[in-house]
């Protein structure tokens, strides 16, 4: 890995990432077979490194290849319209970025060669590794209101940081080595198998659902007005702040017990907002609930949970869902002994009279008032 590595990094010196005074902008037409390096399939003329490379709606050959050698730099790459599918060899982003208006899907290993934008319309599919060499990435949701934004399923290596300015975006079968520092501007992150030591901050939202790695925790730590969803997701570690919020609960779910998030590292709760909701089957569900414990954080081992939820101090008594009216009683050494638990306790009652008892006491009133009238 090192040794390839090297080899890029040698290969910028020798290409460069910059576009030239040569540099040219090739449009895909795809005439005569899947492969990049065929002239015929750029209108006559092949690109050479540094150029512009555009994919636009209705080319043929829209599943193609990239067989320049391993490591070719081109300035950008922008995909149009329509559907394409792509793989290869090394693709190496220069300074220009990626724009993908189409449905496209880049199953190549990538690497940037600078700092840089992808702009993203309808969806982005990356199923390679992208390694980000040190480089800042920004991904930008384009206005469409198709766009979803991109789907990561391969290793981010390298990583400088990401900033999102909206949008969804899936890191599912995502590791990152080392840490990934998300600035997440009011973007939703969906994640599945998740990059390692994730860093969310300003108010980003991470839906969570079994986070796994290959090698040591996966964490996610929280900076700035951050909201997770963890609808029975799994983490290796997870810090939260003061200006966060942890939200438990999925219209999926049949049942009043919202699946528990599993933690196998350290529990951080840092003051974070807790909202749980109890109408998690999409038919209201409001309690009653029976009497015992609800799982919300299934911290494994002996360590314990470091800090509270806001206004959810050890042994107080809250109302977490004011629909529901039902009181719990909330301990952060419930289940094993360190875990997050509501206990439910009894809905409090309003007395009420029997018919009879309400019928004298109607007389009672009527014969008070008559004595009062006749004064």
């Given at each position: 890995?090192?040794?390839?590595?090297?080899?890029?990094?040698?290969?910028?010196?020798?290409?460069?990432?910059?576009?030239?005074?040569?540099?040219?902008?090739?449009?895909?037409?795809?005439?005569?077979?899947?492969?990049?390096?065929?002239?015929?399939?750029?209108?006559?003329?092949?690109?050479?490194?540094?150029?512009?490379?555009?994919?636009?709606?209705?080319?043929?050959?829209?599943?193609?290849?990239?067989?320049?050698?391993?490591?070719?730099?081109?300035?950008?790459?922008?995909?149009?319209?329509?559907?394409?599918?792509?793989?290869?060899?090394?693709?190496?982003?220069?300074?220009?970025?990626?724009?993908?208006?189409?449905d496209t899907t880049l199953s190549m290993p990538l690497a940037l060669a600078a700092p840089q934008t992808w702009t993203v319309g309808i969806v982005l599919k990356v199923d390679g590794t992208l390694d980000?060499?040190?480089?800042?990435?920004?991904?930008?949701?384009?206005?469409?209101?198709?766009?979803?934004?991109?789907?990561?399923?391969?290793?981010?290596?390298?990583?400088?940081g990401i900033t999102i300015d909206g949008g969804f975006w899936d890191f599912a079968s995502t590791s990152v080595s080392p840490n990934l520092a998300i600035n997440a501007g009011n973007a939703q992150l969906f994640v599945i198998s998740a990059p390692a030591g994730i860093v969310?901050?300003?108010?980003?939202?991470?839906?969570?659902?079994?986070?796994?790695?290959?090698?040591?925790?996966?964490?996610?730590?929280?900076?700035?007005?951050?909201?997770?969803?963890?609808?029975?997701?799994?983490?290796?570690?997870?810090?939260?702040?003061?200006?966060?919020?942890?939200?438990?609960?999925?219209?999926?779910?049949?049942?009043?017990?919202?699946?528990?998030?599993?933690?196998?590292?350290?529990?951080?709760?840092?003051?974070?907002?807790?909202?749980?909701?109890?109408?998690?089957?999409?038919?209201?569900?409001?309690?009653?609930?029976?009497?015992?414990?609800?799982?919300?954080?299934?911290?494994?081992?002996?360590?314990?949970?470091?800090?509270?939820?806001?206004?959810?101090?050890?042994?107080?008594?809250?109302?977490?869902?004011?629909?529901?009216?039902?009181?719990?009683?909330?301990?952060?050494?419930?289940?094993?002994?360190?875990?997050?638990?509501?206990?439910?306790?009894?809905?409090?009652?309003?007395?009420?009279?029997?018919?009879?008892?309400?019928?004298?006491?109607?007389?009672?009133?009527?014969?008070?008032?008559?004595?009062?009238?006749?004064?």
């Amino acid at each position: 890995m090192h040794a390839a590595r090297r080899t890029f990094a040698f290969a910028a010196v020798l290409l460069g990432f910059l576009p030239s005074a040569s540099a040219a902008t090739r449009t895909w037409t795809g005439a005569s077979s899947n492969l990049w390096s065929a002239g015929s399939n750029w209108g006559g003329t092949a690109p050479v490194a540094s150029d512009d490379l555009v994919f636009p709606a209705g080319a043929a050959n829209a599943t193609n290849t990239n067989d320049f050698p391993a490591g070719t730099p081109f300035h950008s790459i922008t995909y149009s319209g329509g559907t394409y599918v792509a793989g290869g060899n090394l693709l190496v982003i220069g300074s220009g970025g990626l724009t993908s208006t189409a449905d496209t899907t880049l199953s190549m290993p990538l690497a940037l060669a600078a700092p840089q934008t992808w702009t993203v319309g309808i969806v982005l599919k990356v199923d390679g590794t992208l390694d980000l060499a040190g480089n800042a990435l920004a991904l930008h949701r384009d206005t469409s209101p198709l766009t979803m934004g991109a789907h990561f399923r391969g290793a981010i290596l390298n990583p400088a940081g990401i900033t999102i300015d909206g949008g969804f975006w899936d890191f599912a079968s995502t590791s990152v080595s080392p840490n990934l520092a998300i600035n997440a501007g009011n973007a939703q992150l969906f994640v599945i198998s998740a990059p390692a030591g994730i860093v969310l901050h300003d108010k980003a939202v991470l839906s969570i659902d079994s986070i796994t790695a290959d090698s040591g925790p996966v964490s996610a730590t929280t900076q700035g007005g951050v909201t997770v969803y963890e609808p029975g997701g799994s983490i290796g570690s997870l810090s939260l702040d003061s200006s966060s919020e942890l939200r438990s609960g999925d219209d999926s779910f049949p049942q009043p017990q919202p699946p528990p998030l599993q933690v196998h590292g350290t529990v951080t709760l840092g003051g974070a907002k807790l909202t749980w909701s109890s109408h998690i089957n999409g038919l209201g569900f409001h309690g009653p609930y029976p009497p015992g414990e609800y799982l919300l954080i299934n911290n494994d081992g002996v360590d314990p949970v470091n800090g509270t939820f806001a206004g959810y101090a050890e042994g107080a008594v809250v109302v977490p869902d004011p629909a529901a009216r039902q009181p719990f009683r909330v301990t952060y050494h419930g289940g094993d002994g360190n875990d997050v638990v509501l206990i439910a306790l009894p809905i409090p009652t309003v007395p009420t009279l029997d018919p009879a008892a309400l019928a004298v006491l109607a007389l009672a009133l009527a014969a008070a008032a008559l004595v009062a009238l006749r004064r």
